[in-house]
Structure formats: structure tokens, C-alpha cells
């Protein structure tokens, strides 16, 4: 998994929007959906839903006591994906 595809998956996990998403990471709004296409792809997921609960579900599973609200404060991403 790329960093700009952790980047994005945070942004998702927050909830926003794919312009959000766009605005914050500096890129358009088509490059937003086409990492996400990608996204849903790589974990074998057919919607955004399913994408976030699944990253969700995983983060959870795999908490280590040093993880703050699903994100690892030593490596930045979801524990638990590829």
C-alpha cells in the first residue's frame, strides 16, 4: 500500500467527502475516485461503505494499547491492512 493510499484512507476514516479528500491532498477530484476504484480493488470491496467498514473492522481487531482512534501513532496507518 502506497503512502498517499494511507493519506486517503484517514481522510475516508474521518468521513470526508471525495472533494474534501481532493482539497486536502491537493489533487482532483477524478485522482480522489481513481485511488479509491484502487482502494476498493486492492482489500476486495464493491463500495465505499463497505471500504470504510472494512478498514474500520480491521483497525479494531488489530488495536495495539499504542493506537489512537484506529491509526498507529508509530507508523501512521490502519493496523491489520496489507
Known amino acids: 500500500m502506497t503512502n498517499r493510499q494511507k493519506e486517503l484512507i484517514?481522510?475516508?476514516l474521518e468521513g470526508q467527502s471525495n472533494k474534501a479528500i481532493a482539497r486536502t491532498l491537493d489533487l482532483s477530484y477524478g485522482t480522489v475516485k481513481n485511488y479509491i476504484f484502487d482502494l476498493m480493488r486492492l482489500l476486495g470491496?464493491?463500495?465505499?461503505?463497505?471500504l470504510v467498514t472494512k478498514v474500520r473492522g480491521t483497525a479494531a481487531v488489530h488495536q495495539p494499547p499504542h493506537v489512537r482512534q484506529g491509526m498507529c501513532a508509530s507508523c501512521g496507518v490502519p493496523h491489520g491492512l496489507p
Not at 45 to 50: G, I, N
Request: no cysteine; aromatic share 0%; net charge positive.
Open 10 to 12: 484517514a481522510l475516508l
Open 45 to 50: 470491496v464493491k463500495s465505499r461503505l463497505e
